[in-house]
């Protein structure tokens, strides 16, 4: 292929390189050059056009795509139709993603020109979710690179969603002296929560002593009529002696491994009881948070083996998000002389992504996370006291992707109107105590929990009475914290207005913090989106 200048009486059959007009006629930017095309580019007086002149043993662009893809062996993965070079994989339901990395890896090294992306191994995926994508970068690519990655392609199964097989799971809790009745019955509905996603069920619980031969006796009675026994003790293992695993060996089992280089997920068990597998489940698995116990649970409903080396092995990738209702944390929280004036955050996550022409932004993937959920989770990781999400377009799908979070969720039906009424929705359900609200949009992927809580220190500095901006370069952005004494303004926006005016107009300090560029990075396009490196969902 050569790409350049090519003369008019040259360029038949050429595939353009950017959008030209003609007169009334517009060429789009990857447009085949016809005869009647050159006719009517030379009446408009063009001589030359940029463009991209294909070698006889050359595959456009689309072509080759589809080619590697047809030539992939996987499973419970759809191939869509290629376009502009790319043709999208999507899982046919939902699982465990496997995939095979030194087979990306060699593809990926055969000509930069040929491209192929995946999410990681072992993530969980929902059906339909996109899991890999082939990209051809110019417009046609040599036929011979193409055959080069078919014959790794043949090699056998580069990737597969491992379908989740729905089970019933049997849970046993153990007390002590002190346990609250309330905290097992809460752990049973962030189990049942954690199950769905699966398919599975929570088909039956025993309430047991701490003691090795009263959860031995519960464990061997519930791995009789389920797939799969969870142990929830009521302390944590201290000793690879301890209650959770001597009783699993006690009952007639063996221990596969207790502890895991997952934090949090440290003290996990994992055993097997009658030819079944029992799991004695970390502290932190009473959190909907994700932690280790979801990497193995996951696994081993999808058909996965689990084994004491693959557990050995998860520590790449294994620092996840502290929970902050751990009893011991990673690290002590600084001390300071009193909280300060209560803030809340309200996430705006009700827009149409109108600009993106059809898939809802909110819902593309960053690092195999969809872009609200990750929104979310530093929300709920920063110091606010509580998070409000605002919901509207799309409502269903995105209140999938937020399942099991402990956030508070505003329903605004009148999300078409514009930003002014997402702001009322969740203005309207912030606390009566609370003295601010920091209002953070969706679609800002850069923005972190330490970001927030710098801006959350800087308006408890000014006693709570002052709206703080975060900046970029002295250019002010987003997240805002807004005082309370603006809420009542904010009741009568109306259309696709913020409150910037009102910061503007309503004689209040305004303390800017500088977070870098984070304030500024939105993903109100595709190419903003891709350039900070998300991927579209349908």
């Not at 979710?129 to 970068?137: D, E, L």
Request: charged share 25%; proline share 5%; hydrophobic share 45%.
């Amino acid at each position: 292929m050569k790409f350049g200048p090519v003369p008019i009486d040259e360029a038949e059959g050429a595939v353009l390189a950017h959008a030209t007009e003609a007169g009334e006629r517009r060429f789009r930017k990857a447009h085949r050059l016809s005869a009647d095309d050159l006719s009517a580019l030379k009446a408009a007086g063009i001589s030359e056009v940029v463009a991209a002149v294909l070698a006889p043993d050359d595959l456009g662009e689309d072509a080759a795509a589809e080619r590697i893809a047809a030539g992939m062996s996987h499973r419970n993965v759809e191939a869509r139709p290629a376009a502009t070079g790319r043709v999208n994989l999507h899982a046919e339901a939902a699982g465990v993603f496997t995939v095979d990395r030194a087979m990306i890896d060699a593809i990926n090294a055969v000509d930069p020109t040929i491209t192929i992306a995946t999410l990681a191994r072992h993530a969980p995926v929902e059906k339909g979710q996109m899991v890999a994508t082939v990209k051809i970068i110019p417009f046609a690519v040599a036929g011979s690179l193409v055959d080069r990655v078919a014959r790794i392609c043949a090699d056998g199964e580069i990737f597969a969603v491992n379908a989740y097989r729905p089970m019933r799971i049997g849970v046993i809790q153990t007390m002590l002296p002190g346990v609250k009745s309330s905290v097992l019955d809460k752990t049973l509905r962030i189990t049942e929560a954690r199950l769905t996603r699966s398919g599975s069920h929570l088909t039956a619980e025993r309430r047991t002593p701490h003691e090795v031969a009263p959860v031995a006796e519960a464990a061997a009675a519930l791995v009789r009529d389920n797939d799969m026994v969870v142990i929830f003790g009521a302390s944590a293992m201290s000793d690879f002696a301890d209650v959770v695993p001597a009783a699993i060996e006690h009952a007639g089992g063996s221990v596969v491994r207790a502890g895991m280089p997952v934090d949090p997920g440290n003290l996990l068990v994992l055993g097997t009881l009658a030819g079944k597998r029992v799991i004695g489940a970390p502290g932190c698995a009473r959190s909907p948070k994700e932690n280790g116990f979801d990497w193995v649970l996951d696994r081993l409903i999808a058909g996965l083996d689990v084994t004491a080396g693959d557990i050995a092995g998860m520590g790449v990738g294994g620092l996840l998000m502290e929970i902050p209702t751990r009893p011991q944390p990673r690290e002590p929280s600084p001390k300071r002389e009193g909280a300060g004036p209560k803030v809340e955050i309200v996430l705006l996550a009700a827009g149409r992504s109108s600009r993106m022409g059809g898939p809802n932004k909110l819902l593309a993937l960053f690092d195999g996370k969809p872009l609200v959920r990750r929104a979310a989770e530093r929300a709920m990781g920063s110091r606010a006291s509580s998070t409000i999400v605002v919901t509207g377009h799309q409502r269903e799908r995105v209140l999938a992707t937020l399942s099991g979070l402990d956030v508070i969720l505003a329903d605004n039906p009148d999300f078409a109107d514009g930003l002014s009424s997402s702001l009322k929705a969740g203005i309207a359900k912030v606390s009566a105590d609370a003295a601010g609200a920091m209002i953070v949009l969706g679609d800002m992927p850069g923005v972190s929990s330490a970001d927030l809580d710098r801006l959350i220190e800087a308006f408890r500095r000014s006693g709570g009475r002052s709206v703080v901006r975060a900046a970029h370069d002295g250019r002010r952005g987003n997240p805002v914290l807004l005082p309370r004494s603006l809420f009542g303004a904010i009741a009568h926006l109306e259309g696709d207005t913020g409150a910037r005016h009102l910061v503007e107009a309503g004689g209040l300090d305004v303390v800017d913090v500088e977070i870098g560029n984070a304030a500024s990075v939105d993903v109100d396009t595709r190419e903003a989106l891709e350039g900070a490196g998300g991927v579209l969902q349908d």
